[in-house]
């Protein structure tokens, strides 16, 4: 997937640039509104993330060029104004989506997932798979070569958020917001616990690791195949 950011901030854009690289996305960057407008209009995108403030042109602004010149790329607007007004002008200017500053980074890349969906279609997803490992995301069960897994509602939505990002790494930071709603670390091994028991629960038995450790980095889900 090929996504735009608009951000002139650096330090937000190198943020959310690393972020979105190691979720898999290829990312362009622009540094301010002018270059954004050019970019977007140009080249194609799945999706455009921009700040709203921006150097030369409002992000609005870009947004309402776009749909008037017929593009329909999903828009994701970034500001720090959050007022039920402000949120407001963003979506009738044509922001599919509007996330106020500061945001934590999971939730930006559920936004973002949720627009690629949406651009999609309507195929509603009740399954995920990651080699014999199946999971039933309406009963919330999961199964491996048509074992049943014994989970609680954390391990089940902990292992539900690493099948969703399959092949990714995903970070100890994204597990505690994603997984426990924290925007920090409570130094604790809150992670390495729960880690080892869907271990125990999911590859205990079996011949082939579907929970891998990527040292310095995080953990992945993966399959190394047969």
């Known amino acids: 997937m090929r996504l735009l950011l608009i951000e002139d901030d650096p330090e937000a854009a190198r943020f959310v640039l690393k972020g979105l690289r190691e979720g898999g996305y290829s990312v362009e960057h622009a540094a301010d509104g002018r270059d954004g407008l050019f970019r977007a209009t140009e080249g194609k995108y799945d999706a455009i993330i921009t700040d709203r403030m ?6 609005l602004a870009i947004v309402q060029v776009l749909r008037q010149q017929g593009c329909d790329t999903p828009v994701l607007v970034l500001s720090a104004l959050g007022n039920v007004d402000d949120r407001v002008r963003g979506l009738r200017a044509g922001g599919d989506d509007y996330l106020t500053k500061p945001f934590a980074f999971v939730e930006l890349l559920a936004r973002v997932e949720a627009l690629l969906r949406r651009k999609a279609g309507p195929q509603a997803t009740t399954t995920l798979k990651v080699g014999d490992l199946e999971l ?12 049943e897994i014994d989970l609680t509602s ?22 505690l917001e994603g997984v426990w ?46």
């Open 54 to 59: 921006l150097p030369h042109m409002d992000g």
């Open 136 to 147: 039933d995301l309406l009963g919330r069960r999961a199964r491996r070569a048509g074992r």
């Open 154 to 175: 954390k391990e089940f939505t902990l292992l539900e958020f690493l099948v969703r990002r399959a092949g990714q790494v995903v970070t100890r930071t994204m597990l």
């Open 181 to 226: 709603d924290l925007q920090f670390d409570p130094q604790t091994n809150l992670i390495d616990v729960h880690i080892s028991r869907l271990r125990q629960a999911v590859d205990r038995g079996f011949d082939r690791v579907l929970i891998h450790t990527v040292r310095g980095a995080g953990y992945v889900v993966r399959d190394d195949g047969a």
